[in-house]
Nanobody
Framework: QVQLVESGGGSVQAGASLTLACTPS????????AGWYRRPAPGQLRDFVA????????SYSDSVKGRFTISKDDAKNTIFLQMDSLKPEDIGRYYCNGEVRPMSGGRWDTAWGQGIQVTVSS
């Protein structure tokens, strides 16, 4: 089963920006929609952060509205999360959950990435 690969995390100061990217681990799968989730600390539940559907309908959690921007580049088979004005409360491991299917066709399925750490210091 395909996995998703997140990139772009890191450690920044409050007020800085980061851009996360999510793409399938293999070019054999197409991803058309995805959501970003955050686990604040190990053992805690993942919270919804932002999502974009096949038709580019976008939604955000209240805590990131106006600061984060989700987008997708179908040509690059990648979904991005632009995170501006980062705050210490944004700290956590960010996971991508995407809607994927083989390039050759077939049924749609969902896939998760391993997550990527974002740390914000005050």
């Amino acid at each position: 089963q395909v996995q998703l690969v997140e990139s772009g995390g890191g450690s920044v100061q409050a007020g800085a920006s980061l851009t996360l990217a999510c793409t399938p681990s293999t070019n054999d799968f197409r991803m058309v929609a995805a959501g970003w989730y955050r686990r604040p600390a190990p053992g805690q539940l993942r919270d919804f952060v932002a999502g974009i559907t096949r038709d580019a309908v976008i939604s955000y959690s209240d805590s990131v509205k106006g600061r984060f921007t989700i987008s997708k580049d179908d040509a690059k088979n990648t979904i991005f999360l632009q995170m501006d004005s980062l705050k210490p409360e944004d700290i956590g491991r960010y996971y991508c959950n995407g809607e994927v299917r083989p390039m050759s066709g077939g049924r749609w399925d969902t896939a998760w990435g391993q997550g990527i750490q974002v740390t914000v210091s005050s």
